[in-house]
T-cell receptor
Framework: EPEVTQTPSHQVTQMGQEVILRCVPI?????FYWYRQILGQKVEFLVS????????KSEIFDDQFSVERPDGSNFTLKIRSTKLEDSAMYFCASSVSPFIQYFGAGTRLSVL | GIQVEQSPPDLILQEGANSTLRCNFSDSVNNLQWFHQNPWGQLINLFYIPSGTKQNGRLSATTVATERYSLLYISSSQTTDSGVYFC???????????FGEGTQLTVNP
């Protein structure tokens, strides 16, 4: 069964460093999303992406964050200057239409 | 924005018991999904169920959209059912899924 693939599974970084989280969505999907989950809390929406542009973003998705689809298969989330509070599990999701969203296994980001 | 409330927040069962998890939402939705988050943090799709009833093995779900709630039934629970169960909804406008706080299920042998 096709699945959303995220790399790395765990990323450790120093505060102030830039990180790029990578995702390979399911191949025929057109809508892409990033969510995050701070330890012990619920999953929160960050951004959705369709037709090579951001279609919706949350209040969390400030100027420190950016997304890109650099080629036909990858979808990336960049955090420019990480803060301690960016430590979380980051999930990528994709969907054929804006209905059923399929989630990757997540990247655990630890900011020290 | 839409509010999603799940109950109970915690549930402890003995293996073999049945359970019902509830999800209430505050507005009309186009999408409702149930997820199981396993101990490794993975979000596993259980059901896409904006309305009606579906069954998959020991799990079934019912959404009554007009009354703005959904129920997830787990029958004959097993220790591998342990984890957090999330309900997530998408409003009629927008693309985001809004998640509830989850129900932490522990199934003891």
């Amino acid at each position: 069964e096709p699945e959303v693939t995220q790399t790395p599974s765990h990323q450790v970084t120093q505060m102030g460093q830039e990180v790029i989280l990578r995702c390979v969505p399911i191949s025929n999907h057109l809508y892409f999303y990033w969510y995050r989950q701070i330890l012990g809390q619920k999953v929160e929406f960050l951004v959705s992406f369709y037709n090579n542009e951001i279609s919706e973003k949350s209040e969390i998705f400030d100027d420190q964050f950016s997304v890109e689809r650099p080629d036909g298969s990858n979808f990336t989330l960049k955090i420019r200057s990480t803060k301690l509070e960016d430590s979380a599990m980051y999930f990528c999701a994709s969907s054929v239409s804006p209905f059923i969203q399929y989630f990757g296994a997540g990247t655990r980001l630890s900011v020290l | 924005g839409i509010q999603v409330e799940q109950s109970p927040p915690d549930l402890i069962l003995q293996e073999g018991a049945n359970s019902t998890l509830r999800c209430n939402f505050s507005d009309s939705v186009n999408n409702l999904q149930w997820f199981h988050q396993n101990p490794w943090g993975q979000l596993i799709n259980l059901f896409y169920i904006p309305s009606g009833t579906k069954q998959n093995g020991r799990l079934s779900a019912t959404t009554v959209a007009t009354e703005r709630y959904s129920l997830l039934y787990i029958s004959s629970s097993q220790t591998t059912d342990s984890g957090v169960y999330f309900c997530a909804v998408r409003e009629t406008s927008g693309s985001r899924l809004t998640f509830g706080e989850g129900t932490q299920l522990t199934v003891n042998p």
